[in-house]
């Protein structure tokens, strides 16, 4: 079965930088959307960003992190990236790593295969 294992997070100040990854097990996404969400206690899961394999390897964001944030992945490693820059507060949440077959969308409920998350926590 799918398994998607996030890692990376972890704690910095404001102004700094985190990559984090999600490494896919159970299968080869050739086809389909992978994508990240983050969520804080109270909240609502909040989608970050999404790379579709179908419209020609083709990204989206959340306009909270336009400009700061770049979603990749290495296909010869089966991960997905989240390159996030210019960290501020409102980042702090837990990071999710998300993956569907078809179209991306950056709603938490169009998603079945979720990993554990990893927590990314930013001090001022």
């Known amino acids: 079965r799918v398994q998607l294992v996030e890692s990376g997070g972890g704690s910095v100040q404001a102004g700094g930088s985190l990559r984090l990854s999600c490494k896919v097990s159970g299968y080869t996404y050739t086809t389909g959307c992978l994508a990240w969400f983050r969520q804080v206690p109270g909240k609502e899961r909040e989608g970050v960003a999404s790379f579709s394999f179908e419209l020609g390897s083709s990204t989206d964001y959340a306009d909270s992190v336009k400009g700061r944030f770049t979603i990749s992945q290495d296909s010869a490693k089966n991960t997905v990236y989240l390159q996030m820059t210019t960290l501020n507060p409102e980042d702090t949440a837990m990071y999710y790593c998300?993956?569907?077959?078809?179209?991306?969308?950056?709603?938490?409920?169009?998603?079945?295969?979720w990993g554990q998350g990893t927590q990314v926590t930013v001090s001022s």
């Open positions: 998300a993956a569907r077959s078809g179209t991306c969308y950056l709603a938490a409920s169009w998603y079945t295969v």
